[in-house]
């Protein structure tokens, strides 16, 4: 199981190296602005790549801390970017992280990590604790599953699709996101989408993204050529190849971005009268 993990972790920095990587580094040049200084959570961190570019951008007098309860990527985190001093990765949740309700953060940021959340009232909760006033939550995430992975984990895994879809991911709608971020205090600034452009070169590129994104529980030996046939059938083009190009409307599903801050509470007295 260990062994599974650790596999999973490295595919999953080489998966998400063309895709959460380069959406993620736009989300912080647009959005995050981070500034020379600032200290940083990377709340479900994954094996850290985005936290080395953060930690770049606070610079020498800044820090960031990344954090994941997956220990297999934290471990690899933690050997892949051992290098950059003002960086530093902890095994935890959102639940868990260091310094909840210290006010002690500039920004809290996470991509692609609040669609894994459980209980996310209290991750709202806790983020808005743990940040200093003036400070910052920046947060991709998705509401639901793209068709191309609800269906592979369906067909191809109907064995852990189950557990996958409900157990693993906790997808919840954009309305619901509001209201615990509002409930917990923040003022939104920004919460709109985009849409991610998920194309692969070849069939095991896409089992292996299958696989790694989640923790490899996809289980890649139950992968039958009938199941395959049967989940690629809707992909075949006109030469009878699939098209693994997922840009197409009927699989695009959207990534929203939340920007939302800590008011004083005298600014906030002002801004709701
Ligand atoms: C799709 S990955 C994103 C990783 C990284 N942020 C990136 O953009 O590449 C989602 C991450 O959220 C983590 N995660 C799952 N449940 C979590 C929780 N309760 N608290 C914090 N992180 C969590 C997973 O372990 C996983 O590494």
């Not at 992909?235 to 801050?261: H, M, Q, T, W």
Request: with cysteine; charged share 25%; net charge negative.
């Amino acid at each position: 199981m260990k062994e599974m993990q650790h596999i999973a972790a490295a595919g999953y920095q080489q998966a998400s190296s063309s895709k959460q990587k380069v959406d993620g580094e736009d989300f912080i040049q647009a959005d995050v602005c981070p500034k020379a200084g600032d200290a940083i959570l990377d709340l479900g961190c994954g094996t850290g790549e985005l936290s080395a570019y953060l930690a770049e951008l606070v610079g020498p007098e800044g820090k960031v801390i990344g954090v994941d309860p997956d220990k297999e990527r934290i471990q690899l985190a933690k050997e892949s970017h051992n290098q950059i001093e003002n960086l530093s990765f902890v095994d935890g949740s959102a639940i868990t992280f260091p310094g909840i309700g210290a006010e002690d953060y500039d920004i809290i940021f996470s991509s692609y990590a609040l669609q894994w959340m459980p209980n996310k009232q209290r991750v709202f909760s806790n983020m808005f604790s743990s940040l200093k006033v003036g400070g910052k939550i920046a947060i991709s995430y998705q509401d639901r599953l793209p068709p191309f992975e609800f269906n592979a984990y369906m067909l191809l895994n109907p064995e852990n699709a189950e557990h996958i879809c409900n157990e693993m991911y906790r997808c919840e709608s954009k309305t619901n996101i509001k209201h615990y971020c509002l409930s917990a205090g923040f003022q939104i600034v920004k919460h709109d989408h985009f849409f991610v452009p998920f194309a692969f070169e070849s069939i095991e590129s896409l089992l292996e993204w299958h696989s790694s994104t989640t923790h490899g529980v996809f289980d890649l030996s139950l992968v039958t050529e009938e199941r395959l046939q049967k989940y690629l059938a809707p992909y075949l083009g006109k030469n009878g190849k699939p098209c693994l190009d997922f840009r197409g409307i009927k699989e695009e599903s959207p990534v929203y971005k939340l920007i939302a801050v800590k008011q004083a509470t005298n600014a906030k007295e002002e801004n709701n009268g």
